[in-house]
């Protein structure tokens, strides 16, 4: 029930849930597009790779922000 928009006014991604919605930051958009199924290291790799950053730094990062997201129930880990 939570799906991945673009604002039209703000251009922000969102994500739309059945109470509500929730804008997301730019980082948090870039980690909630890559959740198509393929593994959480893939997503770390490919971030890393894209914005030239510290792949244990990133690591935590994305970690952090999908257990935030998970916490509110707006994402699921098979």
Known sequence: GVRLEIDGTTGKGVLLFPEGILELNETAQ???????GRPLNEIVLG?????DA????????????LADLQRRKLVEFA
């Open 30 to 36: 870039e980690i909630v597009t890559r959740c198509d």
């Open 47 to 51: 971030l890393a790779q894209e914005y």
């Open 54 to 65: 510290d792949l244990e730094m990133l690591a935590v990062d994305v970690r952090e922000t």
